[in-house]
């Protein structure tokens, strides 16, 4: 299985506290958990409420206008301001998984109904969707919830209280879906619920726990055909290509200017500008060995064998290319040559 760590997400906690000083929430989180549990995200989890998440975003979205009612609306609304454009809505679901000792491992997730009025989950539906899971999945248990947003909100906290009839502990996992370029780790932060006494008060808080992403080689091979999929906003085959060569071209060249790093530091070591350091000659030495070799021999013959395997396919697609054109140039010649023949008694050429 492939572990990626990813560091801990302080940008979201630091706007979630700021958040909390307005809104009175500052007492109700902590900075981290003290439990010592591991958690490990698998992709398909992450990829379940980004869908979840765009379809609930594009049904709420106003449908487009024709082009004669929008040039109608502009010359009799060209006065009127447009309207406050609503915030993004907020999505919710089940976290479903196994825990074994102090690894919790996130597999799959299902949607859950939310009543924005109440502030609670359709807890007949939550029942019906956790006994089907339970057919299909023994083995998955209800770890927690998750939803949408920058920052946890008042309502989060009753939510959480609601479900620990079903776990004590739950898990909180919140996905912030705005887009932010110069973000590198993923924008998922995972909160534990813990008892905490402020003020001689006992009070449920949140804490937030760091996490890894595990990957099975279904999930990897399920991934990267999600991420080659044709665009459907028109994209061509061409596009795809050009995008799938940028990558690899991008990849050639960062690998490129790594191993020029390696070798100015390898020749400053041997004018004796910087001192010799054997454990790190043996790093570079068995990192420079995990490198393709393309100036041994046997490269060149595999080269030259899958070289000419891609001209002996060109050639023979090109041979079935004229074949084929030969063949209805024939039929074409065969049925002008037939009906001649009718009229003129003689018997067809081929």
């Not at 591991?38 to 980004?50: A, C, E, Q």
């Not at 990192?287 to 899958?306: T, V």
Request: net charge negative.
């Amino acid at each position: 299985m492939e572990k990626k760590m990813l560091k801990p997400f302080p940008s979201i906690f630091r706007q979630i506290t700021e958040a909390a000083k307005g809104l009175g929430l500052e007492e109700n989180m902590a900075s981290s958990s003290s439990s010592g549990l591991t958690f490990k995200l698998h992709p398909l989890f992450i990829v379940n409420i980004s869908d979840h998440y765009t379809r609930i975003k594009s049904q709420s979205l106003p449908p487009p206008s024709t082009p004669h009612a929008a040039s109608a609306s502009n010359g009799a609304t060209s006065d009127s301001s447009s309207p406050p454009q609503q915030p993004p809505p907020r999505v919710f679901g089940c976290v479903i998984g196994v825990q074994r000792g102090r690894t919790v491992e996130i597999f799959n997730s299902f949607e859950l109904l939310y009543d924005p009025c109440t502030h609670s989950l359709d807890r007949a539906f939550l029942e019906k969707k956790q006994e089907l899971y339970k057919k299909v999945f023994p083995n998955f248990y209800i770890l927690g919830w998750y939803s949408t947003g920058s920052d946890a909100q008042e309502s989060d906290m009753q939510i959480h209280r609601d479900l620990m009839d079903i776990n004590e502990s739950p898990l909180y996992v919140l996905l912030n879906p705005s887009i932010n370029p110069a973000q590198k780790d993923l924008p998922v932060t995972i909160y534990e619920s813990e008892l905490h006494v402020i003020d001689g008060i006992p009070q449920l808080i949140f804490v937030q726990s760091s996490y890894t992403i595990e990957t099975v080689e279904a999930e990897r091979i399920s991934i990267d055909h999600v991420a080659h999929l044709k665009p459907s906003d028109g994209g061509s085959a061409a596009t795809q290509l050009a995008a799938h060569l940028t990558g690899i071209h991008s990849a050639i060249k960062m690998l490129n200017s790594r191993i020029r790093v390696l070798h100015h530091y390898l020749l400053a070591m041997q004018k004796g500008d910087i001192p010799c350091e054997n454990s790190l000659l043996r790093e570079v030495s068995s990192l420079l060995r995990r490198l393709p070799a393309i100036e041994s021999e046997k490269f060149q013959d595999d080269f030259l064998m899958e070289y000419n395997d891609t001209l002996l396919i060109s050639y023979l697609a090109m041979f079935t290319n004229c074949s084929s054109t030969m063949n209805e140039l024939v039929d074409k010649f065969n049925t002008a040559y037939d009906r001649h023949s009718r009229r003129g008694g003689r018997s067809a050429f081929i």
